[in-house]
């Protein structure tokens, strides 16, 4: 590291290889039929266009990317003495299948003769040793080679028959068992829908790991699906963009002039916004974007609109201001919901808050703070005793406040209130990391909004709902910040009439990952009670990390410690590539020595970006070098996980109760079928080789996915190449993450920059007007 930014508290010192064929190019192309043999053993010769159709049996494979498609497979060749390499895109195929592909000759210059696969077809294996090792090769789950030479012993060459048509024959094989038979029935049917669906989609432009993803979101109607409606797949297939959908959808027929696209392109426009948090989007900026990326005329694009609108699957509004907002139809729907339900959530008369001899609300609230402080030795500030007595006379409360300012604190008064008046109290948080800090700050038990609500995986919806209320006289809501409008709308729709509600946050730091900026717009409409907590308390006024995160709420510049035992360190570097050595240097050296926290466990690096030599991708693959180099790892689509790997989930995953954001560590791995299990606050998820899409290294993350998150030590990069991120709040956000240490890597300009720069992360939402008209 460069001296100049030495501080005296942290000085200190500085899978598979890859396929055959892709690492060169062919260094000559087609050969006519004297030139190699293979034409001859076929008895064929190369098409018109040059394209030569072989068959054989699968004899290995060589190499195989799920992510990308991309295999090598040595294929016994009919009359032919040694096995060919066959590569390109195409569906698993297992040893022992016997394989049927158009495609072209090569003969690369590094790994000789070899045929570039354009389609390939499976054939039903002809021999009984063909049978074996295509059932045992594992492609059917509970199947290996044992129990596939039973089977074929048993059912002979009509095995592939029976497992298709008569697959309660099974039973016959010896040691199967009718529950395992069972069970390798229903594995061989699925294993048999999807590779249907892989022919299928390869055929029309697809890779397989595609193929997978859409077999798990659709099952057996894929197919149909796909024939019927392909853009459905960018809307409901996760990492499936607009452009492979409409491949799909061009190569069964779909006119680029039909409604049905320009529709399509329209809602999947709706999706990108909501993905960045709009909950609408002005139309004329929706139909300029929706044309270019259809290539088409605004006027069409205009007119699906209004046939989106026509058939309810959009909510075209004017707005007070006089823009015109396109909704999707769903987010419209909660949108309106949620204000209209908070607002007779406000309305409704409540449970009576009295004391046990009938004394009334005010006086019951003074009781509570008198209990409060002497058992506590805490005197509440005056802002914290309005809270406390507008708890005791509002149906919903708003509390927001930075850090030190007390926000715990009046929970637990608050709770003590309620406790006073005999009120039944349950305590939720958006994630599970917040859910455990207010358990621990409170000493009562805090659930996810997730799991308070009773998500059911298979309805994919909550229990807890309208006519199946939450039995609580309170809910008191943490993390408010955090709640997008979906989840809000759910909240609402699931606390009685008579219930009060008490959402905690603090309305500076970032808006929701998903859509809306809920608490923002509830704060800015007031039509909701709201408390503000300014003032900051004795116990934090000398935690300096509190004292600079309310600098920079004010537009001032933070100040770094001096001493060696401080806990706010400012670098200044304008290099990205010297700023990406340092932040290595403090992760891996200088803040475990200085400090006696764990690389991994403890210290977590924030950036605003995932691109460029600071971003979350190039500092996530160094520090994986340097603090877990070795051990047994998968690879998906480039990304290498390893055993002892942080890791982040990247999208909400209701099946297995893991959400977007959420951090845990590998704690398994089986690199033979690429499978891990990761623990995530300190229970096991375990991940398919399809599902490692959804995770990330998670060493460094972006400061967007730390919202709601603490860590005993931040390192936090900000510099100019990120102006286009750079804002106060976001600044804010990252240092407010750190609980022990906050280490700032910038540059001056960046920091300027980011303070000087007092918008918010703007988003369209029309929550807050609905409030205010009531």
């Avoid at 195989?64 to 991309?70: K, V, Y």
């Avoid at 061009?250 to 399509?264: H, I």
């Avoid at 909660?334 to 609300?361: D, Q, S």
């Avoid at 948080?429 to 909004?449: N, Q, Y």
Wanted: aromatic letters at 4%; proline letters at 5%; hydrophobic letters at 40%.
């Amino acid at each position: 590291m460069n001296r100049r930014g030495r501080t005296p508290l942290l000085a200190g010192g500085t899978g598979r290889k890859g396929p055959a064929g892709a690492a060169s190019r062919p260094r000559s192309g087609p050969q006519g039929p004297a030139q190699h043999t293979l034409f001859a053993a076929q008895k064929a010769a190369p098409a018109k266009d040059g394209t030569l159709t072989l068959e054989g049996e699968v004899v290995r494979v060589t190499y195989e990317n799920d992510q990308t498609g991309f295999r090598v497979v040595k294929v016994a060749i009919d009359g032919h003495e040694a096995p060919l390499p066959w590569v390109g895109r195409f569906q698993p195929v297992a040893p022992g299948t016997r394989v049927r592909a158009t495609g072209r000759y090569e003969r690369d210059g590094r790994h000789g003769d070899q045929l570039r696969v354009e389609t390939l077809l499976e054939i039903a294996p002809s021999t009984l040793q063909g049978l074996e090792k295509y059932l045992g090769s594992g492609m059917v789950a509970g199947v290996g080679p044992v129990f596939a030479k039973r089977i074929v012993e048993t059912l002979g060459v009509d095995a592939l028959r029976v497992l298709d048509e008569e697959p309660e024959r099974l039973a016959e094989v010896p040691g199967l068992g009718s529950r395992r038979a069972e069970a390798v029935a229903k594995a061989w049917a699925s294993q048999r829908v999807i590779r249907d669906i892989m022919i299928f989609l390869q055929q029309h432009g697809a890779s397989a790991a595609l193929a997978t993803r859409i077999y798990k979101r659709f099952g057996a109607s894929a197919i149909d699906i796909v024939k019927r409606a392909p853009y459905r797949l960018a809307l409901e297939v996760w990492g499936v963009g607009f452009k492979t959908a409409d491949q799909i959808a061009r190569a069964v027929g779909v006119s680029p002039d039909a409604p049905e696209r320009a529709q399509a392109g329209v809602l999947q426009m709706l999706s990108d916004l909501a993905g960045k948090g709009h909950v609408y989007a002005e139309r004329n900026a929706l139909v300029a974007a929706a044309a270019l990326m259809l290539e088409r005329e605004e006027e069409g694009v205009n007119r699906a609109i209004d046939a989106l609108a026509l058939s309810g699957r959009a909510r075209v509004e004017t707005l007070p201001s006089g823009e015109v907002a396109v909704y999707e139809s769903t987010l419209y729907e909660a949108e309106a919901r949620l204000a209209e339900r908070l607002l007779a959530l406000l309305r409704a008369p409540g449970r009576p808050l009295a004391g046990r001899r009938g004394e009334p609300p005010e006086v019951v609230a003074q009781a509570a703070i008198e209990s409060f402080e002497a058992r506590t030795r805490v005197a509440l500030a005056p802002a914290q005793r309005d809270a406390i007595e507008q708890a005791a006379r509002s149906k919903i409360l708003v509390i927001t406040g930075g850090p030190g300012v007390g926000k715990t604190t009046i929970v637990r008064a608050i709770l003590a209130l309620f406790d006073l008046a005999g009120h039944t109290v349950r305590l939720a948080a958006p994630t599970g990391r917040a859910a455990k800090r207010m358990s621990e700050a409170t000493g009562r038990e805090a659930v996810t909004l997730h799991r308070m609500l009773e998500f059911d995986p298979k309805e994919r919806g909550f229990l807890r709902k309208k006519g199946r209320a939450l039995e609580a006289d309170v809910l008191i809501v943490d993390e408010a910040s955090m709640i997008d409008l979906p989840l809000c709308d759910a909240l609402t729709q699931a606390t009685s009439d008579e219930a009060r509600l008490v959402l905690v946050g603090d309305v500076d730091q970032l808006p929701s990952v998903g859509p809306g900026a809920v608490l923002r717009d509830i704060i800015a409409s007031g039509a909701i009670p709201t408390v503000r907590l300014s003032q900051i308390f004795r116990q934090a006024e000398g935690s300096l990390i509190v004292q600079n995160a309310h600098r920079i709420h004010d537009g001032e510049k933070p100040e770094g410690a001096t001493d060696k035992r401080g806990e706010f360190f400012v670098f200044q570097r304008k290099d990205p590539e010297e700023a990406a050595a340092t932040i290595h240097e403090l992760v891996t050296e200088r803040i475990p020595r200085g400090f006696g926290l764990h690389p991994v466990r403890d210290v977590q690096v924030l950036s605003p970006m995932n691109k460029g030599p600071v971003g979350t991708i190039a500092l996530n693959e160094t520090l994986q070098r340097s603090l877990n180099p070795d051990g047994p790892s998968v690879t998906r689509g480039g990304k290498v996980f390893r055993l002892g790997d942080k890791v982040m989930q990247l999208k909400n995953d209701y099946d297995r109760e893991v959400y977007n954001g959420d951090v845990g560590l590998v704690r398994a791995i089986d690199a033979e079928a690429g499978t891990l299990t990761v623990t995530f606050d300190g229970r096991d998820v375990a991940y398919e080789e399809s599902d490692l899409d959804e995770l990330v290294l998670a060493y460094a993350t972006t400061i967007h996915k730390s919202q709601g998150s603490e860590y005993p030590a931040v390192v936090v990069t900000l510099l100019s190449q990120h102006f286009v991120m750079l804002s106060r709040n976001l600044l804010y956000t990252a240092v407010t993450r750190g609980k022990r240490l906050v280490v700032l890597v910038t540059d001056g300009r960046a920091l300027n920059l980011a303070l000087s720069e007092t918008r918010r992360e703007e988003r369209q939402t029309g929550l807050a007007h609905r409030l205010r008209r009531g």
